[in-house]
């Protein structure tokens, strides 16, 4: 009779974890699709709200603010203990339902564009919690051998918003391309009310989500199915938050990798606000805004084929170095395709170079991100993967407003050649921390083993 409790048990616990991972990965959609949506509609907000370009641009990155403020209050939160994994799921299911709400409401007069980016920027709060949170419950709910493939799942989500946020658009709003006139009042309000049904049924899905969280998310599961779960479980860390803060900062191979994601986010920012503007500076004919979202999303949809791939690897490769190296180097290479593809304006490379280098940049990614987690132990994920995203993500804006002078002073050629340089850089960085991080494992494994075996026997007491 015990087996058979035991067994149940275990069934409910197993349905239960797959049940928030898909409550989690729907936050990534949902996040992704507010993020990806407003270079497709450009022209509308434009004409509706009476703004320019630019200020919609800038309203796309105002996304990246909470990153910027929020980092150390939530490392600070986090590191305490205050806000655990339940607290930080709610927070993020809030903030997005928010953010809906914000931009729904904005739509409603034309002099609340301001809302619009108030909603963006509890987008950006949700995102960024996103981002520390689905290791977190990786961790706490699968065995060593499912890890990567919950964390893979999450991102699924998250690139799946990417295009959802530029199809949805570039189809139902397909009327605001063809508007001569500005001030063509009929065709802005029809456009306006789909608009607004869009985001209302987000909202819903949102409230949906936020409902089921509140009944089944859980800080820890009732039996921690990892060492790693159990070592996150009962860690009591001796150190300040201002300690392990500056000894987290000073190891070098953490600052490398936030260097070289920064450069991969800045591509991913070159493709959301400025693929359009490129292929409409060289000449490629149609629709930009249309062809610079489905660029967009042969991108996403190559980081979605990425994916599972990367987690399988990850779990099952112990030469991730080699992973690393050659992915990011691949990175370049198709990054260069697509400085091919834009100079001689062929669109077919463009999309076929974009699949590709979503393809390897998520084998980088993953990759990297498991090498930071391994130079990082025993600190919290989340704590660690706050401050990567605090860190890499005012990187990748830096880069990208370079992007975004380099296109205004010498054009959209040169601004992809910008972006396969800074490519290369990431290759060569790439090298130096693989290196960086193969003699930090080095110097401390015997110390690791024995911390091993130490957690290995205090599970097999309990």
């Known amino acids: 009779m015990e087996q058979k409790a035991s067994e149940t048990e275990k069934c409910k616990l197993a349905r239960r974890r797959w049940f928030i991972l898909v409550l989690i990965s729907l936050l990534q959609t949902l996040s992704g699709v507010t993020f990806s949506c407003f270079g ?49 799921t709610l927070v993020t299911a809030f903030s997005l339902t928010a953010a809906y709400v914000c931009i729904a409401i904005s739509l409603m007069h034309a002099d609340l564009f301001w809302l619009s980016v108030v909603g963006q920027t509890l987008n950006g709060l949700a995102a960024q919690i996103l981002m520390a949170t689905p290791s977190m419950f ?40 063809n508007v001569t006139n500005e001030h063509n009042t009929h065709v802005i309000v029809d456009d306006r009310n789909i608009l607004l049904i869009t985001f209302c049924v987000c909202f819903v899905v949102a409230i949906a989500v936020n409902i089921s969280l509140l009944l089944v998310v859980a800080d820890t599961p009732p039996n921690p199915p990892s060492l790693r779960a159990f070592e996150t479980s009962s860690l009591v860390c001796g150190k300040t938050f201002l300690r392990t803060t500056l000894d987290l900062l000073s190891r070098f191979p953490f600052i490398l990798a936030c260097i070289i994601f920064g450069i991969i986010f800045q591509a991913q920012t070159v493709e959301f606000t400025m693929m359009a503007e490129i292929l409409e500076v060289t000449s ?9 979202g ?9 980081c979605i084929v990425g994916t599972p791939p990367a987690a ?15 992915s990011t180097f691949l990175v370049f290479v198709f990054s260069g395709g697509i400085t091919f593809g834009v100079f001689f304006k062929n669109l077919v490379t463009v999309y ?56 205004i002073h010498f054009g959209g050629v040169a601004v992809i050649l910008f972006q396969t340089i800074s490519m290369s850089i990431a290759a060569v960085l790439f ?24 957690s290995t026997s205090l599970i097999i007491q309990n």
């Not at 004409?47 to 630019?54: G, K, L």
Request: overall charge negative.
């Open 294 to 302: 489905y660029v967009m999303c042969s991108y996403a949809f190559g």
């Open 138 to 177: 990786a961790v706490l709910w699968f065995p060593e051998n499912e890890i990567g493939t919950a964390i893979s799942v999450n991102l699924l989500g998250l690139f799946s918003g990417y295009i959802f946020g530029v199809i949805i658009p570039t189809n139902l709003l397909s009327k605001v391309s």
């Open 431 to 454: 090298v130096i921390l693989a290196h960086q991080i193969l003699s930090f494992i080095s110097s401390i494994e015997d110390e690791n083993r024995k911390t091993e075996d130490e």
């Open 312 to 326: 399988f690897l990850v779990n099952k490769c112990n030469n991730r170095r080699t992973i690393g190296i050659v």
């Open 352 to 407: 076929v170079c974009n699949i590709l280098m979503g393809f390897v940049s998520q084998l980088a990614m993953v990759v990297i991100y498991e090498m930071v987690t391994e130079v990082t132990i025993p600190m919290e994920e989340t704590f660690v993967t706050l401050w990567f995203a605090g860190i890499m993500t005012p990187m990748g804006i830096f880069f990208g407003e370079i992007g975004r002078v380099v296109l």
């Open 284 to 292: 490629q004919g149609g629709n930009p805004d249309a062809i610079g």
């Open 40 to 88: 497709q509609i450009s022209n509308f907000f434009g004409a509706y709200f009476n703004v320019t370009y630019a200020q919609v641009d800038w309203m796309t990155l105002a996304f990246d603010v909470p990153p910027l403020v929020m980092t150390v209050p939530l490392a600070w939160l986090t590191y305490r203990r205050i806000l655990r994994f339940r607290a930080l």
